[in-house]
């Protein structure tokens, strides 16, 4: 399958264009080093990504991807206030592009094609991370989880980019690791490709049903050229 109709494209960022998880293990970790609490793995901190900071700090205290229904606010203000302070001071030291993205991404631009990123990731981390790999002049506009008050997967960021863009729906194309990525585009009546490589809990993204999936981001330039 190719797509011959589109003109913007949206991208995810997190475990779609970017493998964060290295520098938000470090961030949760140290929290939890912080508060007094056990630390955990990078490989089972993995699985907490792609809700935003908030779910992901509620998750670390939680011990578990199911967050516990008895946490504490007081402490989890205290927690995300330290977490939040932490990774913006190494929001970009481990954190990598996944094989491909630069070369693709710079391809897409070339052919024409306008590009943004609606992520679930606060909205300050997002160019520092853009300006520290070098990614920053790819991107027309960003928008974060606390851009708008709702975030994926609700699809009111992606019709949002769509409306600042002046682009339509029909035109547009959501790509993305998550089943937040794929329900929004589809609540927002946009296709979709899902990426197989990213943070999905564990989960194949091809259960939520995208127009493709691929398994390599290059694969993005025969599927639009």
């Not at 779609?16 to 290295?22: A, N, Q």
């Not at 206030?81 to 693709?104: P, Q, R």
């Not at 194309?173 to 329900?183: A, E, F, R, V």
Request: charged share 30%; aromatic share 8%; net charge negative.
């Amino acid at each position: 399958m190719k797509f011959s109709d589109k003109e913007l494209l949206l991208f995810d960022f997190d475990g779609t264009l970017i493998d964060s998880v290295p520098d938000l293990a470090l961030a949760v970790n140290h929290t939890l080093v912080s508060i007094d609490r056990p630390t955990f793995d990078e490989d089972i901190i993995r699985l907490w990504v792609g809700n935003g900071a908030q779910t992901l700090v509620k998750r670390a205290l939680s011990g578990d991807r199911e967050i516990a229904k008895d946490i504490d606010e007081v402490l989890f203000e205290k927690a995300l206030g330290i977490f939040l302070e932490f990774y913006a001071n190494n929001v970009c030291v481990n954190t990598t592009l996944y094989s491909g993205v630069k070369a693709t991404l710079q391809e897409l631009k070339k052919l024409g094609y306008r590009m943004s990123i609606v992520t679930n990731k606060p909205y300050d981390f997002i160019e520092p991370i853009l300006i520290g790999l070098d990614l920053e002049n790819i991107f027309e506009l960003w928008i974060g989880a606390d851009s708008l008050k709702l975030k994926k997967p609700n699809p009111e960021p992606l019709i949002y980019i769509c409306e600042k863009c002046d682009v339509d729906i029909e035109q547009s194309l959501m790509i993305g690791d998550s089943k937040n990525d794929i329900l929004a585009a589809k609540a927002a009546k946009m296709d979709s490709v899902g990426v197989s490589y990213g943070y999905n809990y564990g989960e194949d993204i091809k259960e939520y049903k995208p127009e493709i999936v691929i398994d390599d981001i290059e694969e993005l330039v025969k599927i639009l050229a």
